[in-house]
């Protein structure tokens, strides 16, 4: 993460410098547009796309570790391994399930998910199946409760 900020430090202050140049160049050409000043504009616009580019990574960045933790933290709360701020573990409001169970109830979400934007899902909601094999939302683990 730190070799992300000194990127994105650099491109910025990159940035500066190619504006302040183009300014400088622009005062002491007076007001005239010599080669000097295009020059100066070219770089301000190479160092624009730059920082640019290093806000696009930084960003991209920010949302994995985002979606990192939130995923994290939903794995924490399925499986009851959450702890509180005192360092003590937190009795969770619902039973753990397991990581697997987790998993399976979100790829069982995403199917149902893909169907009803599909349109294949029933009218009466009573069936939902995939064409070519039956969906049971059930797990091996629900026979046992």
Known sequence: MDSM??????AYYDFLAAAA??????????GQKPEATDAALENF??????????????EEF???????????CLVDEATGSVVGKSGQAIKPG???????RLEQMSKAVRWLVIELQNGSGTSGGSSLSHPSAPFDARF???AAQ
Do not use: M, Y
């Open 21 to 30: 140049t183009v300014l400088e160049a622009r005062e002491s050409s007076g």
């Open 5 to 10: 900020v000194d990127a994105l430090n650099n």
């Open 94 to 100: 619902l039973p753990p399930i397991s990581a697997v």
């Open 62 to 72: 920010v949302e994995s570790v985002k979606q990192r933790i939130g995923s994290e």
């Open 45 to 58: 616009k190479q160092r624009w796309e730059l920082f640019r580019v290093a806000c696009d990574h930084a």
């Open 140 to 142: 091996p683990e629900d």
